[in-house]
């Protein structure tokens, strides 16, 4: 079964660093989504992409925030200059099509900033 | 945000009794419920969905019932296996948006 899959699986960066996460959807899947899940708390919806630009964002996904879908195949988030509340696991999800169709997750990226 | 709410962080069932999940939500707009089992280091995975013009969807040993009137929806699992303890996340939408509310979770852990 397609899955979508997340590199790196664990990122450490020193605060203040930009960093890039990166996922590839399931190849025939049109929308995509990043979220996040600090230790012990709820997923928490970060942001949506269709037909290349931003369809919904959440206030966590301010301006050190961005994603891109650089080549047809990845989908990436970028934090511009981290902060030690950014540390959590970051997960990447697509959708086939909106119509009453679940989201595929990926396994996560786990953010630690120092 | 707190527009999903799952009240119990934790559920203990013992093999082969039912296990109910249950959740809450605000938000009247929501149209598409869904509910997502997850295992510690994976990401969530899709277990069950149900549309607002619905008010049970079953698949095998998992039933999700919705009461609109009453905002709540609920996950039976019958008979509860001891591969079933996770956590357990519901999450609500609207059709024509772009996101996807979570509550926190239920741990749900079944005794062999």
């Known amino acids: 079964e397609p899955e979508v899959t997340q590199t790196p699986s664990h990122q450490v960066t020193q605060m203040g660093q930009e960093v890039i996460l990166r996922c590839v959807p399931i190849?025939?899947?049109?929308?995509f989504y990043w979220y996040r899940q600090i230790l012990g708390q709820k997923v928490e919806f970060l942001v949506s992409f269709y037909n290349n630009e931003i369809s919904e964002k959440s206030e966590i996904f301010d301006d050190q925030f961005s994603v891109e879908r650089p080549d047809g195949s990845n989908f990436t988030l970028k934090i511009r200059s981290t902060k030690l509340e950014d540390s959590a696991m970051y997960f990447c999800?697509?959708?086939?099509?909106?119509?009453?169709?679940?989201?595929?997750f990926g396994d996560g990226t786990r953010l630690s900033i120092l | 945000d707190q527009q999903v709410k799952q009240n119990s962080p934790s559920l203990s069932v013992q093999e082969g009794r039912i296990s109910i999940l249950n959740c809450d939500y605000t938000?009247?707009?929501?149209?598409?419920f869904l509910w997502y089992k997850k295992y510690p280091a994976e990401g969530p995975t899709f277990l069950i969905s149900?549309?607002?013009?619905?008010d049970k969807n079953e698949d095998g040993r998992f039933t999700v019932f919705l009461n609109k009137s009453a905002k709540h929806l609920s996950l039976h699992i019958v008979p509860s296996q001891p591969g079933d303890s996770a956590v357990y996340f519901c999450a609500a939408e609207n059709t024509g948006g772009f996101k996807t509310i979570f509550g926190a979770g239920t741990r749900l852990f079944v005794k062999a």
């Open positions: 938000n009247s707009m929501f149209d598409y």
């Open positions: 190849s025939n899947h049109l929308y």
């Open positions: 999800a697509s959708r086939e099509d909106y119509s009453n169709q679940p989201q595929h």
């Open positions: 149900i549309s607002s013009i619905k």
